[in-house]
């Protein structure tokens, strides 16, 4: 069974950068798409970023659009999300997942796998 563990969060000014890192035990981490969610209280998990198995393809909800930017390298198990110029509304937690299947979903449901999540917090 795979077991995730994200890391990289904290705390920052709005307009400021993070990279949050997923690490993952176990070799069917490689062999499917994975995805990033992110909380907040109160609300659902939120799709913030997909990538397909291979990592040539990735999809990005509208509101991190061109300001994040989801990569894995897969001989390391391990999936990066950068994120630049973030904004207040950005502070929540974070969670990597790993998707039942090789390409990328925006339902949680389609995830077996995740982390514990990381908080972000976004100064302004």
């Known amino acids: 069974q795979v077991q995730l563990v994200e890391s990289g969060g904290g705390l920052v000014q709005a307009g400021g950068s993070l990279r949050l890192s997923c690490a993952a035990s176990?070799?069917?981490?490689?062999?499917?798409?994975m995805g990033w969610f992110r909380q907040v209280p109160g609300k659902e998990r939120y799709f913030i970023a997909g990538?397909?198995?291979?990592?040539?393809?990735?999809h990005y909800a509208d509101s991190v659009e061109g300001r994040f930017t989801l990569s894995r390298d897969n001989a390391k198990n391990t999936a990066y999300l950068q994120m630049n110029s973030l904004k207040p509304e950005d502070t929540a937690v974070y969670y990597c997942a790993k998707h039942r299947g090789l390409g990328i979903a925006t339902s949680h449901t389609t995830y077996d796998a995740w982390g514990q999540g990381t908080q972000v917090t976004v100064s302004s």
């Open positions: 176990g070799r069917s981490f490689s062999q499917t798409g």
């Open positions: 990538i397909t198995q291979s990592g040539d393809v990735t």
